[in-house]
């Protein structure tokens, strides 16, 4: 079946570049998407891609996918104390309706 | 810019009860979902729903579980009998028609319900 694995953790400076990782398994993917949760709240759909794609840029956002690694990454350009979130890695088959969610990463932005 | 709602934000019960957690998918959208998330683990898959019917759903969408679409707003899943282990965030989510533009499938969530049982 999927799966999805993120590091739980990543933490950097204000200003500076962040880039959170995913893996996922099923090379089926269709859709991989990338939802941020801030304390308390739902889950904010930020970007998503094509998996026929490599690269997306959505203003301080980019996603860049490689298919051969079944690696996805996000980079936030300068990072905002209000970056600061859990950011979820997800994939969604082609032909299925049902999102398999990564566990999320804690982005910690230090002032 | 439109978005999906849902009510309660929190909504404690004791176990055996039943429980209805309501939601107003984006009104121009025909997909919803429900996916849940027990504190500390990932967002779960229950269910989806599309034209009065369950078009997909997860094991762990069993009998206890049931959705409803009970007028032309509303979406709403129900508990009949709560355990201690549904104690989690319930998330619902709603998506535009899959005609093969790539933004109408995505899913767009609402800010969670969290249900405790006691």
């Known amino acids: 079946g999927e799966d999805v694995e993120q590091s739980l953790f990543l933490s950097v400076r204000e200003g500076d570049s962040s880039v959170i990782n995913c893996t996922y398994t099923?090379?089926?993917?269709?859709?991989l998407y990338w939802y941020k949760q801030e304390p308390g709240a739902g889950l904010q759909l930020l970007t998503y891609i094509f998996s026929n794609m490599d690269m997306k840029q959505d203003q301080r956002l980019t996603v860049l996918l490689n298919k051969k690694d079944k690696h996805l990454s996000l980079r936030i350009a300068d990072t905002q104390t209000g970056d600061s979130a859990i950011y979820f890695c997800a994939e969604r088959l082609g032909g299925y309706q049902k999102v398999t969610f990564g566990t999320g990463t804690k982005l910690q932005v230090i002032p | 810019e439109p978005e999906v709602t849902q009510t309660p934000s929190h909504q404690v019960t004791q176990m055996g009860q039943e429980v209805i957690l309501r939601c107003v998918p984006i009104s121009n959208h025909l997909y919803f979902y429900w996916y849940r998330q027990i504190l500390g683990q990932k967002v779960e898959f229950l269910v989806s729903f599309y034209n009065n019917e369950i078009s997909e759903k997860s094991e762990i969408f069993d009998d206890q579980f049931s959705v409803e679409r009970p007028d032309g707003s509303n979406f709403t899943l129900k508990i009949r009998s709560t355990k201690l282990e549904d104690s989690a965030m319930y998330f619902c989510?709603?998506?535009?028609?899959?005609?093969?533009?790539?933004?109408?499938?995505?899913?767009?969530f609402g800010p969670g319900t969290r249900l405790t049982v006691l």
């Open positions: 099923d090379s089926s993917s269709t859709y």
């Open positions: 989510a709603s998506s535009a028609w899959r005609g093969g533009a790539e933004v109408a499938d995505t899913q767009y």
